[in-house]
């Protein structure tokens, strides 16, 4: 379910929106329904996806490269304060460094693209202490999927 074309969510509270609501990309199911949980819930005050870039070194090429985080939102937290998180929408799988006997393409493939996302998301979670935001990576397991 997490794979899909892309698509452009048109939210039902654009206010609530920080960039562009007429442009809100979901490059999978699961950014959908994510981008439907901040518009529907009541504790995101304000949110907001790929609308700014974060600096990285790519471990393959050691260039700079840009990354777009999936999402940021300001919530309302329990006790009344507010906490602003950045979030990447990812399989589970991908959040763990493949395992396999054989060199096949396809682990060479996911080999590399785990050390890149490693480091995209070292730089984002550096970022957010920063700036005291929390950086989070959101699974299927965490959309009740």
């Given at each position: 379910?997490?794979?899909?074309?892309?698509?452009?969510?048109?939210?039902?509270?654009?206010?609530?929106?920080?960039?562009?609501?007429?442009n809100i990309i979901?490059?999978?199911?699961?950014?959908?329904?994510?981008?439907?949980?901040?518009?529907?819930?009541e504790n995101i005050?304000?949110?907001?996806?790929?609308?700014?870039?974060?600096?990285?070194?790519?471990?393959?090429?050691?260039?700079?490269?840009?990354?777009?985080?999936?999402?940021?939102?300001?919530?309302?937290?329990?006790?009344?304060?507010?906490?602003?998180?950045?979030?990447?929408?990812?399989?589970?799988?991908?959040?763990?460094?493949?395992?396999?006997k054989r060199r096949?393409?396809?682990?060479?493939?996911?080999?590399?693209?785990?050390?890149?996302?490693?480091?995209?998301?070292?730089?984002?979670?550096?970022?957010?202490?920063?700036?005291?935001?929390?950086?989070?990576?959101?699974?299927?397991?965490?959309?009740?999927?």
């Amino acid at each position: 379910m997490g794979k899909s074309k892309k698509s452009i969510y048109v939210p039902s509270y654009p206010k609530k929106y920080k960039g562009n609501p007429n442009n809100i990309i979901c490059r999978s199911n699961w950014e959908r329904l994510f981008c439907k949980w901040c518009d529907s819930n009541e504790n995101i005050l304000e949110w907001g996806s790929e609308e700014f870039w974060i600096p990285y070194r790519s471990p393959i090429d050691h260039k700079i490269h840009r990354y777009f985080p999936d999402f940021i939102a300001r919530m309302k937290q329990k006790n009344g304060t507010e906490k602003t998180l950045m979030l990447e929408v990812k399989p589970e799988k991908q959040t763990k460094l493949p395992t396999q006997k054989r060199r096949t393409q396809t682990f060479l493939r996911e080999t590399v693209a785990y050390a890149v996302n490693q480091e995209k998301w070292r730089a984002a979670d550096l970022f957010c202490k920063e700036h005291g935001w929390e950086f989070m990576l959101i699974t299927e397991k965490e959309l009740g999927i």
